[in-house]
C-alpha cells in the first residue's frame, strides 16, 4: 500500500506570494489533517477534512485554507505569504479502523524569501 | 487554550542508558496521548500511545506512563540504541464523534551517544 503522498517537496516562494500544496492519502484513509511543523515550535494543527467537509480547524489566519476531493485527495493554500510561513507543511492521513493514528506525509518544505 | 507542555527540548544519553520525556497537557478532557518519533528528514511515526483508562502501556524497550490526576504523561527508552536518536513528540487528543483532535508537544530532540 503507498504511504501518503505530498507535491511538492520543496518550493521557494517570496513575499505577497501564494501557494498550493498537495496530499494524497493512503488509499482508502479518508481523513485528512495539516500540520505546520517548525523549529521550536512543534506540529500546530492547521485544518482537517473528512468526506470533503472540513471537521476541525486550527488557530491559523484566514491566508491559510484547504479543501478535500471526492477522491480524498486533499490541498491547502496560503496567500499572501508571509516570511513566517516558512516551514515543513505535514499532511496526514487516518484509516477508518478509527485507532487514532496518524499516518504523515513527508511533507512539503516551504521557503518564503 | 489548550497546549501540551514537553520537557527536555534536548537530551544527550550515553548508548545503554536511559532516556525520559514529559508532558503535561492541559485539557482535561483529552483521552489518548500517542508519541511519534521523527527521525532526520523524515516522516513523523507512531511509536506508542496509551488511552486514559490505562495507566501504564509498555512495548519491548519503551513505555509510557499517564497520572490523569496531574495531567502529565511520559515516555521512556531503556537500553538506547543510537538509532533510536531522532526528535520525539507528545501528543494528546481528544476522541469524540469520532474524530480526533490533537495538540502537539514542542518536541524533543534526543541523541545517544555511542
Known amino acids: 500500500k503507498a504511504g501518503v503522498t505530498q507535491t511538492p517537496r520543496y518550493l521557494i516562494k517570496t513575499r505577497g506570494q501564494q501557494v498550493t500544496l498537495s496530499c494524497s492519502p493512503i488509499?482508502?484513509?479518508?481523513?485528512v489533517s495539516w500540520y505546520q511543523q517548525t523549529p521550536g515550535q512543534g506540529l500546530q494543527f492547521l485544518f482537517e477534512?473528512?468526506?470533503?467537509?472540513?471537521?476541525n480547524k486550527g488557530n491559523f489566519p484566514g491566508r491559510f485554507s484547504g479543501r478535500q476531493f471526492s477522491n480524498s485527495r486533499s490541498e491547502m493554500n496560503v496567500s499572501t505569504l508571509e516570511l513566517g510561513d516558512s516551514a515543513l507543511y505535514l499532511c496526514?492521513?487516518?484509516?477508518?479502523?478509527?485507532?487514532?493514528?496518524?499516518?504523515f506525509g513527508e511533507g512539503s518544505r516551504l521557503t518564503v524569501l | 487554550g489548550e497546549n501540551v507542555e514537553q520537557h527536555p527540548s534536548t537530551l544527550s544519553v550515553q548508548e545503554g542508558d536511559s532516556a525520559v520525556i514529559k508532558c503535561t497537557y492541559s485539557?482535561?478532557?483529552?483521552?489518548?496521548f500517542p508519541w511519534y518519533k521523527q527521525e532526520l528528514g523524515k516522516r513523523p511515526q507512531l511509536i506508542i500511545d496509551?488511552?486514559?483508562?490505562?495507566g501504564e502501556k509498555k512495548d519491548q524497550r519503551i513505555a509510557v506512563t499517564l497520572n490523569k490526576t496531574a495531567k502529565h504523561f511520559s515516555l521512556h527508552i531503556t537500553e538506547t540504541q543510537p538509532e533510536d536518536s531522532a526528535v520525539y513528540f507528545c501528543?494528546?487528543?481528544?476522541?469524540?464523534?469520532?474524530?480526533?483532535?490533537?495538540?502537539f508537544g514542542t518536541g524533543t530532540r534526543l541523541k545517544v551517544l555511542a
Open positions: 485539557d482535561s478532557a483529552s483521552n489518548y
Open positions: 496526514a492521513s487516518t484509516g477508518t479502523e478509527n485507532t487514532g493514528e496518524l499516518f
Open positions: 501528543a494528546a487528543s481528544i476522541q469524540a464523534s469520532g474524530t480526533y483532535k490533537y495538540i
Open positions: 477534512y473528512f468526506s470533503e467537509t472540513q471537521r
Open positions: 496509551i488511552r486514559s483508562n490505562v
Open positions: 488509499s482508502g484513509h479518508r481523513s
